[in-house]
C-alpha cells in the first residue's frame, strides 16, 4: 500500500473527494495489518470504480478470484442490490476467517461468502451459479491466463470481466524480467483479453493497473 499512499497533491484531492474510505473500510485495513495480512489490497479509487461498475452493470451475480481481506469485496457487496451475492476465492483459510469476521461486522453476510481453496479446484464447482455479471481476478499471476477462460466459460453478453495488477509494480515490460511466471501470466492474459474477438477491452491505469473487457 506505500505506493498506492504516495499520492500527488491533485491524487490526493481525487481521493479525499470521490474515493475516501470510510470508518467500516478503514477499520478494516488497520485489523488486516495487524492481521499480519499482506498489504496488497487495490486502493479505494478502484474500490470506487468497481462499485461505479456494479452500479452501471446492475450487477447482481459477482464473482472475485483473490480475496484476501475482503476489501475489495467489501467495497464490491456494497453495491450490490438486495439479493445480489458476491462469491469469492482464496487459498488461505486465514484471509478466509479474517474477511468473514470483516464482512460480518460491516453487515455483508448476507451478499458476500467466502470459498477457500485453490481457485481452479473452486471453479468447476460453480457452474450452477453462473452466468456472472461481473468478474474480478486479482489471485495468483501465473494463473490469470487460467482463470479468464474460467471467467469466459461463465459470462454472458454484457458481463464486465476484469484483472487487477496489469502493470506488475511497473515490470511488466520489463526486459530482464520476462522469464518470471507472474510476468509471463499477466503478459499472456493481456494479450488474451486483449486478442479475443469476443471482447471488448481496455486498461484503466488506476494504482497497479486494471485490465477491463465486456463480453460482447
Ligand atoms: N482482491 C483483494 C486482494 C487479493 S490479494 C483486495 O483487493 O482486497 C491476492 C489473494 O489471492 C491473496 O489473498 C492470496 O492468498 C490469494 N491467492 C493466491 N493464490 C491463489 C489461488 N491459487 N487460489 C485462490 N486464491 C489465491
Ligand atoms: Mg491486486
Known amino acids: 500500500m506505500s505506493k498506492l499512499n504516495d499520492l500527488s497533491p491533485y491524487e490526493q484531492f481525487l481521493r479525499d473527494t470521490f474515493h475516501a474510505d470510510d470508518a467500516g473500510l478503514q477499520r478494516l485495513q488497520s485489523e ?3 492481521a499480519g495480512l499482506p498489504a496488497i489490497s487495490i486502493g479505494p479509487e478502484q474500490g470506487k470504480f468497481l462499485q461505479v461498475l456494479v452500479q452501471l452493470t446492475g450487477a ?3 464473482l472475485e478470484i483473490g480475496c484476501l481481506g475482503g476489501y475489495s469485496g467489501a467495497w464490491i457487496a456494497r453495491a450490490l442490490p438486495a439479493g ?3 462469491i469469492s476465492l482464496e487459498l488461505e483459510e486465514k484471509h478466509a476467517a479474517f474477511t468473514r469476521k470483516q464482512w460480518a461486522s460491516l453487515g455483508l453476510a448476507d451478499k458476500a461468502e467466502v470459498r477457500v481453496g485453490p481457485a481452479l479446484e473452486s471453479l468447476p464447482g460453480l457452474a450452477d451459479e453462473a452466468p456472472f455479471d461481473l468478474i474480478f ?3 495468483d499471476k501465473n494463473n490469470y491466463p487460467a ?3 474460467w471467467a469466459l466459460r461463465y459470462s454472458r453478453p ?3 470481466i476484469l484483472g487487477d495488477n496489469v502493470s506488475m509494480g511497473g515490470r511488466l ?3 530482464d524480467r520476462q522469464e518470471n511466471p507472474g510476468i509471463r501470466g499477466m503478459r499472456g492474459f493481456a494479450e488474451a483479453m486483449a486478442g479475443d474477438a469476443r471482447l471488448v477491452s481496455t486498461v484503466v491505469p488506476y494504482a497497479d493497473g486494471i485490465a477491463m473487457a465486456v463480453v460482447k
Request: charged share 40%; net charge neutral; glycine share 10%.
Open 32 to 34: 488486516a495489518e495487524k
Open 60 to 62: 447482481r451475480k459477482v
Open 84 to 86: 445480489g451475492k458476491l
Open 137 to 139: 481476478i486479482d489471485a
Open 147 to 149: 482463470y479468464l477462460e
Open 158 to 160: 454484457g458481463t464486465v
Open 173 to 175: 515490460a520489463d526486459p
